[in-house]
């Protein structure tokens, strides 16, 4: 019998502790923080799979975000279950993705940047006029609250995040590991040499952009499931774009342990500063600013360079190892 | 157009708002052959290369590949077709490995790439004992060698070859001369840009000069080098 590489193993370990946490009595306030953590950290993987293996400064997530919450609000209202809410809106966000691919891939770099920062704005305006179901509120499009989602518990959303977490993780992982990863990273680093080489540049960018809208707007639809409420100002709002950035970021870019490191900080400090207002936004800036100057490949980066993660890998192998005697 | 044609040109134009980098440029290309371009700075060969291999679009004119007209297809459709190119300035996947390099190159030019050798064409290009180092350590010799490792991964029909040789040593150059001989006797058809004169003379089996976009001369390294527009050109 082969045995399964014991980092596998411990990484199932963890999400199967993660995942009993509802019900052996994990205070409340706990469930709270980790599912926020979830949800930052499928942002910022997807995040990370765009900016960081794909060379795409996608500055539109809280498009991708708004659209599936208000898929999902707006579902609710006609009888759609949130299930399915929650699928549908992954499904909308994917097909705006689609929409505005050709258009944003036609420039590259910062325009390419540019021009995605541009539609969370143009969303927002448009779903403060636009309200297909219900009364107008206020006089205007804008919120709604999502139905139907009364009977689940913090629990079901729990576990819900924790889902979407590791599938995201796994995806990367399984991406970074086959050919598209490949082509993604040859991409990143010289579009003309990787369409020399027989890449099909629009096609691979495409796939990497679905993927990320989809588990963008999936995480998007569950925060909105956990806090059932939206409006144009909340459900586009930039720090659905900020979150995963300052993630990706500090925790290192175009590496795949990147992005939970920085999740993990990102919301810790959200949680810390949570009382200081504006400041909380000031303090984060400068930590920002700090990682990039101090180590602009990120904590994973910097942990990489001084060898943090051999002594673990040593002795995963030495068990191993021992394991495989014992069999024998 | 002869039948034997790998690449037929005709009336070949590129211009950039009111610059004329090609013009009415026409030349066939046949299996097996080894065709040189020259030229002074600026006189539109690297431009000419970006046309066949698909990075531009000519302005006008056509492009023919083994009798398939190919002008304006993008980059990696060509690719597919059984064109690589290098380039002039050394562009490698900086994060990946050598090897890692040149396994874009086979997983994505399609089902001819499949069965390549990376060890083979290590040996070939002399970076045997560098494949494993990121491209972004290699040294800039090292790095041509690299972008002529990943135009062979995609096994072409046609190769492009932009100053392979430019900043080699002299006693580099045997070397090229010699991997140039064994790319002739794989049945590559090659086109190479060079401003080196020993791997013009050498190599090629007929040149083509061109200047301010225009075909001056056409004809054996011997014949060429006597031609007074080509004298007239690089010498004024």
């Not at chain 1, 809280?62 to 009888?79: N, R």
């Not at chain 1, 699928?87 to 770099?109: D, H, N, Q």
């Not at chain 1, 990273?185 to 003309?192: G, K, S």
């Amino acid at each position: 019998m082969k045995i399964p590489r014991l980092t596998t193993l411990a990484s199932l370990a963890v999400l199967v502790v993660l995942a009993l946490f509802p019900v052996i009595g994990i205070p409340l306030s706990w469930l709270n923080y980790l599912f926020t953590f979830f949800i930052c950290l499928a942002l910022a993987n997807m995040w990370n799979l765009l900016a960081g293996y794909t060379g795409l400064i996608c500055l539109c997530p809280h498009a991708f975000v708004g659209l599936a919450g208000y898929t999902l609000a707006i579902g609710s209202w006609v009888g759609v279950p949130f299930q399915a809410g929650l699928i549908a809106g992954a499904a909308v966000a994917a097909l705006f993705a689609l929409l505005i691919s050709f258009p944003v891939f036609r420039m590259r770099g910062i325009y390419f940047a540019i021009g995605t920062l541009i539609l969370p704005e143009a969303l927002k305006a448009w779903f403060n006029y636009w309200r297909p179901v219900g009364n107008v509120y206020q006089g205007m499009g804008a919120g709604y609250s999502v139905t139907g989602v009364e009977g689940v518990t913090l629990g079901d959303t729990f576990w819900l995040g924790l889902a979407i977490a590791a599938a995201s993780i796994f995806l990367v992982h399984i991406i970074l590991r086959a050919r598209l990863g490949l082509g993604l990273t040859a991409i990143r680093d010289n579009e003309n040499t990787a369409a020399s080489a027989g890449v099909n540049v629009f096609r691979l960018k495409l796939y990497s952009f679905l993927i990320a809208a989809f588990i963008m707007g999936i995480a998007g639809a569950a925060y909105y499931i956990y806090s059932p409420r939206i409006n144009p100002v909340g459900g586009f709002n930039i720090s659905w774009l900020l979150l995963p950035l300052m993630a990706t970021v500090i925790g290192g870019e175009g590496l795949e342990e990147g992005p939970i490191i920085g999740a993990a900080i990102v919301t810790f400090l959200r949680f810390l500063l949570a009382d200081y207002g504006a400041w909380s936004l000031f303090i984060q800036g400068i930590i920002l600013l700090v990682v990039v100057v101090v180590m602009p490949q990120g904590i994973a980066g910097l942990l990489r360079q001084v060898g943090a993660y051999r002594f673990p890998l040593r002795l995963f192998q030495a068990v191993e190892g021992r394991i495989h005697e014992n069999v024998k | 157009m002869s039948e034997t044609a790998v690449l037929s040109i005709d009336r070949l134009n590129k211009h950039f708002g009111g610059i004329v980098a090609v013009k009415d440029l026409s030349f066939e290309v046949q299996a097996g052959e080894i065709l040189g371009l020259m030229g002074p700075n600026g006189a539109g060969k690297t431009t000419l290369l970006n046309m066949i291999a698909g990075t531009y679009s000519p302005s006008s004119g056509r492009v023919n590949f083994c009798g398939r007209d190919i002008t304006g297809l993008p980059a990696h459709r060509l690719c597919h077709l059984g064109i690589a190119r290098t380039y002039q300035i050394p562009q490698p996947f900086t994060s990946l490995s050598a090897r890692q390099n040149i396994l874009v190159a086979t997983k994505y030019a399609g089902k001819k790439a499949a069965g390549m050798e990376h060890d083979k064409i290590f040996d070939l290009v002399n970076l045997s004992e560098q494949k494993d180092m990121l491209a972004r350590d290699l040294a800039t010799v090292s790095l041509k060698r690299l972008e002529l490792a990943r135009a062979l991964a995609s096994n072409p029909t046609l190769l492009l070859l932009d100053e392979v040789a430019a900043g080699s040593t002299d006693a580099e150059l045997p070397r090229i001369l010699g991997i140039i001989e064994e790319i002739r006797k794989m049945g590559k058809t090659v086109v190479l840009v060079e401003h080196v004169m020993k791997v013009m003379v050498e190599a090629v089996d007929r040149i083509i000069v061109i200047d301010k976009g225009e075909k001056i001369a056409e004809g054996t390294p011997g014949e060429v080098m006597k031609d007074e527009k080509v004298i007239a050109a690089y010498f004024g």
